[in-house]
């Protein structure tokens, strides 16, 4: 096998990259990489429970658990009791979170357009779109494990 021709090497090593040049941008607003998930997720939706954010951001009930913590010690969410189930909990953005929300999402678009500089347009597309496939057909081979 051909290492520079294995398309899970390439992909990781990709992210890899992403990851590395993510987390230096994010830095130093104070953020992560997986903070941000959650925090576009809470500005799009409002007040969820932590079940609620693990399902929409892909994770599991204790990663999420665990990354809710940080991000309530680093002043990014707030909670409060759900006025509908009192043994569960509201989280939203907190005002400190509003504000570098954008700054983040600006940076990392602009890594993202380095990162693919170059590329036409119709070819960042058709990228997007191999993606998206290969990335449905692990979640089914996943699926079909479980």
Not at 2 to 16: H, K, L, M
Not at 49 to 71: D, G, K, N, S
Not at 103 to 129: C, F, M, P, V, Y
Request: glycine share 6%; hydrophobic share 40%; with cysteine.
């Amino acid at each position: 096998m051909d290492i520079d021709y294995d398309t899970g090497y390439f992909v990781t090593r990709t992210a890899r990259a992403f990851m590395r040049v993510a987390e230096a941008q994010l830095r130093p607003l104070g953020l992560g990489v997986a903070h941000i998930p959650v925090l576009v997720c809470l500005a799009e939706e409002g007040a969820l429970t932590q079940t609620e954010i693990a399902q929409r951001t892909h994770v599991e009930q204790p990663t999420a658990a665990a990354l809710l913590q940080r991000m309530d010690r680093a002043g990014l969410i707030e909670r409060s009791p759900d006025p509908r189930d009192r043994r569960a909990t509201r989280i939203r953005l907190s005002a400190r979170a509003e504000k570098l929300l954008p700054r983040a999402l600006e940076l990392l678009g602009q890594s993202n357009d380095e990162a693919t500089a170059g590329l036409s347009s119709k070819e960042i597309e058709t990228l997007h779109g191999l993606l998206r496939r290969a990335l449905a057909n692990l979640a089914a081979m996943t699926d079909e494990q479980s």
